[in-house]
């Protein structure tokens, strides 16, 4: 279905059957699974002790993009984040043009009075100065939940006002009361994008065609790859997968993190589009499928070597170089394997535990099997469809580990790590400080500073981790000084305990 005809995106509990809700094993979830023939119903907590809202990531991405500026149309409150991830908007400018760009937001700061009389006029006049004042490229209308509560008319407005501004205008609703799945942001971004920034303006009033252009765009119809970044790599590992690409002499696209928005259209002339994460990807791929006859690619993440040579080889057919590709691959694979030897016997029987987003999460805790370590267990943020055959994969190669799937909840987490005492944690930055209040030592899963994805990914996280579990001394003194909230009685009970099976309220 094409979605984009719709006014927002649709929640992804309604799109994909999304579940943020299990606590069992692989093997209980593939029963799970069978028992409901395909279809994974959500189960719900007794107790919820935290979570984020859709708003959060979704600002992160619209930040990096280049000559925008961001109306939040909300609380004020609800764009403080905004502060914090300007450090990341920067240095991702700087290292893709060579400047310094810092983001750029405003707030119709939404009060008691507004949730009364509507905060219509004052999105309308925020449009209005933020043209004039700013004169960018974009401006896009960032909804929280108050203006999704009280009805105003957001799309209504920007189409009122498309014509007396400059910017293209660009509606992304966010408002987190409407779904607990806040991977429901990446489809509200492409949604927006989709619907506004795919037509090229030097080519829509066009009266005499350009022959040598149109040459270049067939061109690139046979030989460009898409390549989909919505905040899944940084600047390292966009360079690793260009690399690999480059090498089967494709032309690579890389959309649409820090993209110009006067050169998104150019995704429409493509061979290929090629995910680098399904749980980001799969929305906006499928529309470019349906509307403009683009095949895509998005059966895993490129983290390990099994992951990155399976990508590389799904790649390859489309273009007929699977001979290249297999010599590629084997030159690649050589290199690392070489490089690997003095880290396979440290890490050898020791345990690790890895939380992160779905497809995140797998690969990786696949890729510190494949460097030696034993999974112990799995903690990813949502479960769909789209990873079965990966979480197939890792109960082949981890056995039938414990499987926490949750979006957040640090309590069930800290039961988890207290009994399992993995030798590492490997997750997000802001959910690390359990495991090393624990006493475990941890390693972030994702940082866009550092190398995750391709064959270079591999070595620098095992580089990383062995310079981790090589020195854990200050990890393992943490509990002496920090505890945890928990009594000691909660340790004791299951860590599922709050967990209520969706079967229990058939």
Not at 77 to 93: T, V
Not at 171 to 178: T, V
Not at 310 to 337: C, D
Request: charged content about 25%; overall charge neutral; glycine content about 8%.
């Amino acid at each position: 279905m094409d979605y984009l005809s719709l006014k927002e995106a649709p929640k992804r509990e309604d799109r994909v059957h999304t579940c943020i809700t299990y606590g069992g094993t692989l093997c209980g979830l593939q029963k799970r699974l069978g028992e409901g023939g395909g279809c994974f119903r959500d189960g719900s907590r007794e107790f919820s002790q935290g979570s984020l809202c859709l708003l959060l990531p979704a600002l992160a991405i619209i930040n990096s993009f280049p000559d925008n500026v961001i109306i939040m149309h909300a609380a004020v409150g609800c764009g403080s984040c905004l502060q914090s991830q300007n450090g990341g908007a920067r240095s991702g400018n700087m290292l893709r043009t060579g400047k310094i760009k810092d983001s750029i937001w405003v707030s119709t700061s939404l009060n008691e009075t507004d949730v009364i009389s509507g905060g219509e006029k004052k999105l309308r006049q925020a449009i209005v100065e933020v043209d004039q004042l700013y004169s960018p490229k974009t401006i896009t209308i960032v909804t929280g939940c108050v203006p999704g509560i009280i009805g105003d008319d957001v799309d209504g407005i920007v189409e009122d006002l498309r014509s007396r501004v400059t910017a293209v205008l660009i509606p992304i609703h966010c408002e987190g009361f409407k779904t607990k799945t806040w991977a429901t942001a990446y489809d509200a971004i492409y949604h927006g994008l989709g619907k506004n920034l795919l037509q090229d303006p030097a080519r829509r009033d066009r009266v005499v065609t350009d022959e040598l252009e149109e040459a270049r765009f067939e061109y690139l119809k046979k030989r460009r790859v898409n390549l989909c970044n919505l905040s899944s790599m940084g600047r390292i590992d966009e360079l690793e997968l260009t690399r690999l690409l480059n090498a089967l002499d494709l032309d690579v696209n890389i959309v649409p993190l820090f993209k110009d928005s006067e050169q998104m259209y150019s995704v429409k002339y493509a061979a290929l589009s090629v995910s680098t994460c399904p749980t980001h990807d799969d929305y906006f791929l499928k529309f470019l499928n349906e509307r403009f006859g683009i095949p895509y690619l998005f059966q895993h993440i490129p983290i390990g070597i099994e992951n990155t040579t399976s990508w590389i080889r799904a790649v390859a057919p489309f273009f007929g170089k699977e001979a290249a590709a297999e010599q590629l691959i084997h030159y690649e694979t050589a290199l690392l394997e070489e490089a690997l030897k003095p880290y396979r016997e440290f890490f050898k029987g020791k345990t690790a535990f890895v939380s992160a987003g779905e497809f995140r999460s797998i690969a990786t805790a696949y890729l510190l099997h494949e460097l030696g370590f034993t999974i112990v267990g799995v903690r990813p943020f949502h479960y769909d469809a789209f990873a079965e055959k990966e979480f197939e994969k890792l109960k082949n190669a981890a056995g039938d580990i414990p499987l926490n799937i949750a979006n957040v909840q640090p309590f069930e987490e800290a039961n988890l790590l207290r009994s399992l005492k993995p030798d590492l944690f490997m997750g997000h930055s802001h959910g690390n400080a359990t495991a090393a209040k624990l006493g475990i030592p941890v390693h972030t899963i994702f940082n866009s500073s550092c190398s995750y994805i391709g064959f270079r990914g591999v070595f620098e996280i095992a580089r990383r981790v062995y310079r981790q579990l090589s020195n854990p001394s200050l990890n393992r003194k943490f509990p002496k000084y920090i505890k945890l909230p928990y009594k000691e009685s909660w340790y004791q009970e299951n860590p599922f305990k709050y967990i209520k099976d969706s079967k229990d309220e058939s």
